[in-house]
């Protein structure tokens, strides 16, 4: 034994020994969910089982080491041990760590999305609606309720299981605002987005974060719509306006989820909307060194040199020659400097009548709208709107059949009968 450092020296009468000596010294400063996860080792690198009880004992009414366990048991997926630390530990359930700031374990559960580790937690007991204070990997969340965890992470069976569990689906993160339908919209998670409706999820509930980009400027919060517009998830938007989420919701500064769609040139979620009858000439006013901005979504389908995005808003009659009032500029001279050489012609034959051909996702191919097919449509479409109910609804309905029966080039027609109809209607 001669020659062996004091920490790994057997000790010949434990009752008398310090049990800081009974580890290695890295053990020794580290954590305590670091230290239970040590091996007690003599000096050849053999396990001493006497002092490893004796370590055991030290640590057994530790909730924070504890607590490590059952961490560690749910990233293994070990229900059998789990069950029976909950079973003999049952405050662990509302245990939190890192001074009772952090995570609870359905939590940490949610966000490794460990699907039986979450049943058997909320058969336990687990509460479902409590927040968290931070995650861990410096993931800071502040005031996270599981399922919220769980969508930020894009866990989305997990999210389906707490919800189904009773989770309350209007929870939302403090000061961001960001509900479970904003995450789950904004990550396409279409069967959690249907599943968060059908529980009552309010489908135009308005946001506070704020961001900054080279494409929309300083801008921030929005409903489900504008999450959804913002990360081109054609599906979860299709959805949400099914359900009767607002086309046209906007802040203060009245940008629409069509603005946000356009700026990112997601086309598939442009032509969601512009079926569904959102207006394709709203201006935003937007503060702008010391002044305000108009820009229309064709303005920003053209400043960020989006050619498609364009040609869709063209195609359901966004106006060519509206002028945004800060620059006194038409989209057309915008399109100038836009650096997409083809933007400045899509645009010139709009301003002529002759808008160009656009590949339409929802149908999968291309779509043309004529002046001339239109005001042969037009009394036909209008007769149509007047027997159906007005909402976005509705709307996507008739303009699914209208699809499927008479051909995809109807879409256009119907929306812009359908914005000639409401505006006669409301005055």
């Known amino acids: 034994m001669q020659g062996h450092p004091p920490f790994s020296r057997p000790c010949m009468n434990p009752e ?16 305590p969910e ?8 003599d000096a050849a690198g053999f396990v001493n089982r006497g002092l490893a009880i004796l370590w055991r004992d030290r640590v057994a009414g530790d909730l924070a080491v504890q607590y490590a366990e059952a961490c560690a048991l749910i990233e293994r997926n070990e229900l059998a041990p789990l069950a029976r630390l909950l079973r003999d530990e049952p405050e662990l359930l509302e245990y939190r760590s890192d001074d009772d700031e952090g995570p609870q374990l359905l939590h940490f559960a949610a966000r490794r999305a460990s699907l039986a580790a979450l049943g058997l937690l909320v058969e336990q007991g687990a509460p479902l609606d409590s927040p968290s204070g931070h995650l861990r990997e410096g993931v800071f969340f502040p ?62 509930a308005m946001s506070g974060w704020h961001s900054f980009d ?39 500064d009245l940008r629409t989820p069509l603005h946000y769609a356009a700026a990112r040139g997601a086309v598939g979620v442009l032509e969601v909307l512009l079926a569904a009858g959102a207006e394709p000439d709203a201006q935003e006013v937007c503060a702008f060194e010391g002044g ?73 191919q291309l779509v043309r709208c004529s ?9 036909f479409l209008e007769n149509l709107l007047v027997e159906s109910p007005f909402s976005n609804r509705s709307l996507l309905v008739l303009s699914d059949w209208l699809a499927e029966t008479l051909g995809p080039e109807n879409r256009p027609h119907l929306a812009r009968a359908y914005r000639e109809w409401a505006g006669r209607s409301q005055t």
């Open 292 to 364: 305000t901005t108009g820009l229309s979504a064709l303005h920003y389908a053209v400043v960020n040199g989006h050619l498609e995005a364009a040609a869709m808003l063209l195609c359901y009659g966004a106006n060519p020659a509206l002028i945004e009032p800060a620059s006194g500029e038409s989209a057309l001279e915008m399109a100038l400097r836009s650096g997409n050489p083809l933007l400045p012609g899509v645009l010139q034959r709009a301003l002529q009548g002759q808008p160009d051909a656009v590949y339409g996702p929802l149908d999968e």
């Open 143 to 204: 005031g996270a309720t599981p399922l919220l965890v769980a969508c930020e992470a894009g866990c989305e069976d997990a999210a389906l299981s707490l919800l189904t569990a009773g989770a309350d689906p209007n929870a939302s993160l403090p000061g961001r605002r960001e509900s479970a339908l904003h995450l789950a919209a904004g990550q396409g998670m279409t069967a959690l987005v249907e599943a968060l409706i059908a529980a009552g999820a309010d489908v135009d």
């Open 34 to 41: 670091r230290q239970l996860a040590v091996l007690v080792q």
């Open 371 to 379: 002046p001339d097919d239109y005001a042969e449509q037009r009394d």
């Open 214 to 252: 080279d494409q929309l400027g300083a801008f921030g919060g929005g409903s489900p719509l504008h999450a959804a517009a913002l990360s081109n998830c054609a599906a979860t938007a299709f959805l949400l306006l099914k359900a009767g989420a607002t086309r046209d919701a906007a802040g203060a």
């Open 16 to 31: 008398a020994s310090s049990l800081s000596t009974l580890v290695t010294p890295h053990a020794a400063l580290a954590t």
